[in-house]
């Protein structure tokens, strides 16, 4: 897996009393812990971590000294010593999320159990000038940590969701096609730089797969694929119980996937692509064209949010226009959807993203069926559709889940880098 970005050291711990992260054995048992519902105690936690008593208690010390942690009480468990339960401490680590979507820009702060305290939504500024709007953002966030009254040495990051595509190295956005004039924003250090805090960058659709992941949402499913439908449309990858993010932090740019191939024209020189065929803009477009939707109307616009549930409240109220449109569009996406399917084998596919409410009702219905009839692995084993369990609008949240799986995540590759010797 490609590590997440983040800011340079001289920046990480600037602003917290956090203790470093990074440390592949106190995240085992980190993660450990906080997979554990009821806790687990320190015995439990050297059997299940495969570490030394001593090791696990040193740890444990640290953590809590760090208030990360916290004693839960006492267990019996046949003859001897009660054992002490360790559970996380909801109030010992917070992480803010930014969601970037063309249409909203979205804002969570949320604690280290996954509880969302404050949340705010707001148009994408595409107005002003990239950099300005970015720096409008950070401070968007030290008022939200402000008004929520926690304590800004406990905020152990910014998690970053944006269109991609993205330069994960660098921390920038290279021309996301909904975006005009954002070209290679450097999101990552303007953000670092106005807020003081550690920043984690990643595209929308893989933040989206992180929180499924994180959440323990998946249902035991250990390979994944998460659709992401917002002003555009995505794929987030989830492959032996790992987000996949490939060799640029690029995986799931499934636009120019053909869903029909007498469709319209794309820019990419085919025909019929997602692209033009399935974007939430594409299917408002055609409702105008065929009277579903009134033309727009200058003095009053309307957002895409609001375009799409318009359509599918005429198809819901019984509109037989609007419900083919709607109808196409699942169609089209089964056969996208299909073609992953099919590649990496995955057991599920969830939809999610801030347009998928509007849009769940007919994919529910169609996109099963249509997909049993086009797997090749169907004698094999069915895969499982389903709408994201978490709030489909809370694309911030996913972004705070990775700064979550930065502190919680065993990384191998730090495994590897604590077992070099050091240098003399």
């Given at each position: 897996m490609l590590g997440v970005p983040e800011v340079g050291v001289s920046q990480r711990h600037r602003g917290t009393n956090l203790p470093k992260m990074g440390d592949f054995n106190q995240a085992v048992i980190l993660d450990s812990i906080r997979r554990a519902e009821e806790g687990l105690s320190r015995v439990e936690l050297s059997g299940s971590a495969g570490l030394a008593a001593q090791t696990v208690s040193n740890i444990c010390?640290?953590?809590?000294?760090?208030?990360?942690?916290?004693?839960a009480?006492?267990?019996?468990?046949?003859?001897?010593?009660?054992?002490?339960?360790?559970?996380?401490?909801?109030?010992?680590?917070?992480?803010?999320?930014?969601?970037?979507?063309?249409?909203?820009?979205?804002?969570?702060?949320?604690?280290?159990?996954?509880?969302?305290?404050?949340?705010?939504?707001?148009?994408t500024d595409l107005a002003s000038p990239p950099d300005e709007a970015v720096a409008a953002m950070g401070r968007e966030i030290l008022a939200i940590i402000e008004r929520s009254g926690v304590d800004r040495h406990r905020i152990a990051g910014v998690g970053v969701a944006t269109p991609g595509p993205i330069d994960a190295a660098n921390g920038t956005v290279v021309d996301p096609p909904h975006m005009p004039g954002w070209l290679r924003v450097p999101l990552r250090s303007i953000l670092a730089e106005v807020t003081g805090l550690p920043v984690v960058m990643d595209k929308d659709v893989t933040a989206a797969a992180v929180?499924?992941?994180?959440?323990g949402s998946t249902g035991g499913a250990a390979n994944l694929i998460y659709v992401y439908i917002g002003t555009g449309i995505g794929a987030g990858l989830i492959l032996g119980d790992e987000v996949v993010r490939g060799s640029s932090g690029n995986v799931g740019e499934i636009g120019h996937i053909i869903t029909d191939p007498y469709g319209p024209d794309c820019d990419c020189g085919s025909r019929g692509c997602v692209k033009v065929t399935c974007m939430p803009e594409t299917l408002v477009a055609e409702a105008r064209e065929l009277g579903v939707l009134p033309a727009p109307d200058p003095g009053n616009p309307s957002t895409l949010p609001q375009d799409v549930t318009a359509l599918a409240d005429a198809a819901a109220d019984g509109n037989v226009a609007a419900?083919?449109?709607?109808?196409?569009?699942?169609?089209?996406?089964?056969?996208?959807?299909?073609?992953?399917?099919?590649?990496?084998?995955?057991?599920?596919?969830?939809?999610?993203?801030?347009?998928?409410?509007?849009l769940s009702a007919t994919y529910l219905a169609q996109v099963p069926g249509l997909l049993r009839q086009r797997s090749v692995t169907g004698n094999v084993h069915a895969v499982d559709i389903a709408g994201t369990r978490l709030h489909p609008g809370g694309g911030a949240f996913g972004a705070a889940c990775l700064v979550m799986e930065k502190t919680f995540s065993p990384n191998a590759a730090q495994l590897l880098l604590d077992a070099k010797p050091a240098s003399g």
């Open positions: 010390r640290r953590l809590l000294d760090a208030e990360l942690i916290v004693e009480g006492k267990e019996a468990s046949g003859p001897g010593k009660p054992r002490t339960i360790l559970r996380l401490n909801p109030k010992g680590m917070f992480a803010v999320g930014v969601h970037i979507d063309p249409a909203l820009t979205s804002f969570a702060l949320v604690d280290a159990v996954g509880t969302v305290l404050e949340s705010l939504e707001q148009p929180a499924e992941l994180w959440t419900a083919d449109i709607l109808a196409r569009s699942a169609h089209r996406m089964a056969g996208a959807v299909s073609v992953l399917t099919n590649l990496l084998d995955v057991e599920k596919v969830v939809f999610g993203g801030p347009l998928w409410p509007a």
